[in-house]
């Protein structure tokens, strides 16, 4: 058991860029989740995927940002032209599809600065 | 009004110390969550609960479904245990699966 993996850990990009970010969930994990986080603010919910599917999209999420998980394994956040607003820390999260509720296991994170 | 409100937002204290992290919540739920984050980002998770009380070495974890209420405790209080708390709840009746996350508490706890 490794672990959540996100990676980048840190990304720095100019307004306009785009950017691409990627969350290993554990590996028996069928459940992942992205979430984004602000200083001094509780992490918001963008959208979950259960294997393959993409359930759930927060309203959060606008049209700018895309999120994959192609094989049920890994999964991708894009964020394309980026805005300064979209500085945040990036967090991925992964559990086990249990009918009982599941225990969360979260990554490191990947923390955006947009210049 | 968010719907998960934690109390207190800062909590400093002494070494030793018996702490308490409250949390509210605006919605029915089939789970809330504790979690703690240290500086630099990674969360942990500490409980889930659905109903009454777990223990976890110091910690200790209880939850009111009628008072949509939930405290979580730290006997004898350390330097290490500083760090955020957060309370999230799993809300029910369908819609985003995902938590819906509190602000978080900053525990410091001075030796």
């Known amino acids: 058991d490794t672990g959540v993996s996100q990676n980048p850990r840190h990304k720095i990009t100019k307004r306009g860029q785009n950017v691409t970010f990627r969350c290993d969930p554990i590996s028996e994990h069928n459940r992942l989740y992205w979430y984004r986080q602000t200083l001094g603010q509780g992490p918001e919910f963008l959208t979950y995927f259960q294997n393959e599917a993409q359930l759930e999209k927060s309203r959060l999420l606008s049209d700018r940002f895309s999120a994959e998980r192609p094989k049920g394994s890994f999964s991708t956040l894009e964020i394309q032209r980026t805005e300064q607003g979209d500085s945040a820390m990036y967090l991925c999260?992964?559990?086990?599809?249990?009918?009982?509720?599941?225990?969360?296991?979260f990554g490191s994170g990947t923390q955006l600065s947009v210049l | 009004k968010n719907e998960v409100e934690q109390s207190p937002q800062n909590l400093t204290a002494q070494e030793g110390e018996f702490i308490t992290i409250n949390c509210s919540y605006s919605v029915g739920i089939s789970a809330l969550h504790w979690l703690q984050q240290h500086p630099g980002g990674g969360i942990v998770s500490l409980f889930m609960l659905s109903s009454g009380k777990k223990k976890h070495g110091r910690l200790i974890a209880t939850i009111n479904i009628q008072e949509k209420h939930s405290s979580l405790h730290i006997t004898a209080s350390h330097p290490r245990d500083s760090a955020v708390y957060i309370c999230?709840?799993?809300?029910?009746?369908?819609?985003?699966?995902?938590?819906?996350f509190g602000k978080g508490t900053h525990l410091i706890i001075q030796p």
């Open positions: 999230a709840v799993r809300p029910s009746g369908g819609g985003a699966d995902g938590l819906t």
């Open positions: 999260a992964s559990s086990e599809n249990r009918k009982t509720n599941e225990k969360l296991f």
